[in-house]
């Protein structure tokens, strides 16, 4: 895949929803923006996401330590594991009960998981399974700041609102939840989060540079506006780090994957069309349910792939308009890891 650049971002407010920005949320903001700077340009765009020239990936955190040392942090790859790890919990005699729950306790810890590092990344892709060893240097081997495995990156707290009755004109009060980036590790590693000095986050578009340039332009307007959907509430405010012309982070990753197992790593939302093929039984994957209100208006619920999923066969996903009446256009379009 060529012509992939990175963008950093900054956001020094809440957001409104818990979840990070994903691909459809960022899609659906960029589209917005377009459409007030460039509007006579906006079929051009639709038509490139359309055909694959123009894809985007989801956000992803990346921790920045004290000693300036940058973590880029990708989805935990939904792969198998070894079934020799079973194996030998039923025909290996433990000599010591604490060794077995040592070995429980890190396959526990793999469910939990959501992020990994760039270079435990490559590992789980390469080997293509989580075989005991991989388990074990991703946990028990694992360097300080906690380089090569992240629980959650955000703290979510209820935030109080107010409303008022149009009939009795009385106030009332209610919460919602809002959250924002922080390091919540487990109690183990607790006494190294003081090791973390703060965390940004990075998208990935893989877009021609005129293309790129019409994008930056966007992502302005969004600074000044807010990358949410109750911007008019200061939700959402993030400063452009940096834009990185053909990322070398990405091109690393690429030229240090193998490319032997057929599949496809997802970075970002994927909704198939019906011309899509994708071979089940061959491929590991985490579903969700898409639900939501614009403007008023229901979406109508969709079922989609999410980040980290390895899927088997011909992706193409969809763009769709039609579903909405054309209030809002919806980028199911895959952007993917070949491995």
């Given amino acids: 895949m060529e012509n992939v650049h990175l ?15 994903d691909s459809i949320k960022l899609s659906g903001a960029l589209f917005d923006a377009f459409a007030h700077i460039f509007p006579s340009n906006l079929k051009d765009i639709f038509t490139k996401v359309a055909s694959g020239e123009l894809r985007i990936s989801s956000v992803f955190p990346k921790v920045i330590t004290k000693k300036n040392e940058e973590i880029f942090l990708f989805p935990k790859p939904e792969l198998p594991q070894d079934e020799k790890i079973y194996e030998e919990f039923v025909n290996e005699d433990f000599e010591e009960k604490e060794e077995f729950f040592m070995r429980v306790n890190f396959l526990k810890k793999l469910k939990k998981l959501k992020y990994v590092s760039e270079n435990m990344l490559i590992k789980i892709l390469n080997e293509g399974k989580y075989s005991y060893t991989l388990i074990e240097n991703l946990f028990q ?13 955000l703290f979510i707290e209820d935030m109080p609102r107010v409303t008022i009755s149009r009939i009795s004109q009385k106030s009332g009060i209610f919460y919602e939840p809002s959250s924002y980036p922080k390091v919540r590790l487990r109690p183990f590693l607790c006494e190294k989060e003081e090791a973390i000095e703060k965390i940004n986050f990075f998208f990935f578009i893989k ?31 993030f400063r452009i780090i940096k834009t990185e012309k053909n ?32 071979s089940f039984k061959d491929s590991f994957y985490n579903l969700k349910w898409l639900r939501g209100v614009v403007h008023g208006y229901a ?15 011909n992706i193409a996903g969809i763009l769709d308009s039609e579903s909405f009446k054309d209030k809002y256009t919806l980028n199911g379009k895959p952007f993917y890891l070949d491995f």
Avoid: M, W
């Fill in 299 to 313: 979406l109508p619920k969709l079922l989609c792939f999410t980040e980290g999923s390895c899927i088997k066969g």
């Fill in 141 to 153: 081997n694992n360097e300080k700041y906690c380089k090569d495995f992240f629980y959650d990156v």
């Fill in 7 to 21: 963008v950093e971002l900054e956001f020094y407010s809440r957001l409104h929803n818990p979840e990070y920005i």
């Fill in 247 to 278: 990322s070398p982070l990405f091109k690393e990753i690429l030229e240090k994957i193998s490319k032997q197992h057929g599949l496809k790593y997802l970075l970002s939302k994927y909704i198939p069309n019906a011309n899509d093929s994708i």
């Fill in 207 to 237: 877009a021609d540079e005129e293309e790129f340039e019409r994008i930056t332009s966007c992502l302005n307007f969004l600074e000044d506006r807010g990358l949410s959907s109750k911007y008019s509430l200061g939700y959402g405010k």
